[in-house]
């Protein structure tokens, strides 16, 4: 079992920035990658940047590359999400998602990033 716990949302202007985080507790060194999606409302949840635990290979969503930075610190067990130039149509719930090398996947429960004036 792993456990995710996010923090850092909140509200920010357009073109802002914030840091998301992401914890990870239970049986960390079965996890192979973390990943950030979001759900913003009325859309489908959608994957925007996964991150590999051992090598640290990163992935992003279209819409926000060069914009948004994932990362991680193995030694706690923290994924991270850098984001710059925040736009509104950002808005939405973001989650952290630890799939494990035998393709389990856990979730976390979200937390809410909003970009308003």
């Known amino acids: 079992q792993v456990q995710l716990v996010e923090s850092g949302g909140g509200v920010v202007q357009p073109g802002g920035s914030l840091r998301i985080s992401c914890a990870a507790s239970?049986?960390?060194?079965?996890?192979?990658?973390m990943s950030w999606y979001r759900r913003a409302p009325g859309k489908e949840r959608e994957l925007v940047a996964t991150i590999t635990r051992a090598g640290g290979m990163t992935t992003y969503e279209d819409s926000v590359k060069g914009r948004f930075t994932i990362s991680r610190d193995n030694d706690q067990n923290t994924v991270y999400l850098q984001m710059n130039s925040l736009k509104p149509e950002d808005t939405a719930v973001y989650y952290c998602?630890?799939?494990?090398?035998?393709?389990?996947?856990?979730w976390g429960q979200g937390t809410q990033v909003t970009v308003s004036s």
């Open positions: 239970g049986y960390t060194k079965n996890i192979y990658t």
């Open positions: 998602k630890a799939r494990t090398y035998m393709a389990l996947d856990y």
